[in-house]
């Protein structure tokens, strides 16, 4: 029992470490954002608050008879921005990198069952694959804003996002 609370442990410790990097924080169920986290220069033309760059991220190898792959979801602290200290805004921003996760899985899950049978395609299948499922996360972010009114609307009935969610 002591071994496997050991390894556990240092799982933890090996995710929460790879959750940071000096520009980039990989989604973590163990860590929320912080505003600190937004280091970027706000935009002072923009109309938003406060913006998150995150991305869904993928990597692949092949050869003639398997592939392997890896796929990220990350907050860029560089480029992320906050003109405001709202406690609120910041759990809607959180709400955006938890709904990229979402999508970072579904990827995966694409990944997962997808039917190998021709090296020569696989770059531009998965490309594909990214493209679409990134397409389907924007289209429920921008739900998400419009349901929240950019975190104004602090009612939790996103109806068309548990939807969106559910297909």
């Known amino acids: 029992m002591k071994i496997i609370l050991f390894v556990f442990s240092i799982f933890l410790l090996l995710n929460f470490n790879k959750a940071f990097s000096q520009d980039t924080i990989h989604w973590s169920p163990c860590y929320k954002l912080k505003w600190e986290d937004f280091q970027g220069t706000p935009d002072t033309t923009s109309k938003f608050k406060a913006v998150s760059i995150l991305g869904i991220n993928y990597s692949f190898t092949s050869d003639e008879k398997s592939f392997s792959y890896n796929v990220t979801c990350t907050f860029n602290k560089k480029r992320s921005w906050t003109r405001s200290n709202n ?53 429920l972010d921008d739900l998400y804003d419009k349901e929240t009114n950019f975190s104004i609307n602090e009612k939790d009935n996103f109806t068309g996002v548990i939807k969106l969610l559910k297909n």
């Open 87 to 139: 406690s609120t805004l910041l759990q809607h921003e959180q709400g955006h990198f938890d709904i990229s996760e979402l999508f970072v899985r579904k990827l995966r899950q694409a990944f997962k069952n997808y039917k190998y049978n021709n090296p020569a395609t696989i770059k531009s299948d998965f490309k594909k694959i990214a493209t679409d499922i990134r397409n389907e996360c924007s289209k």
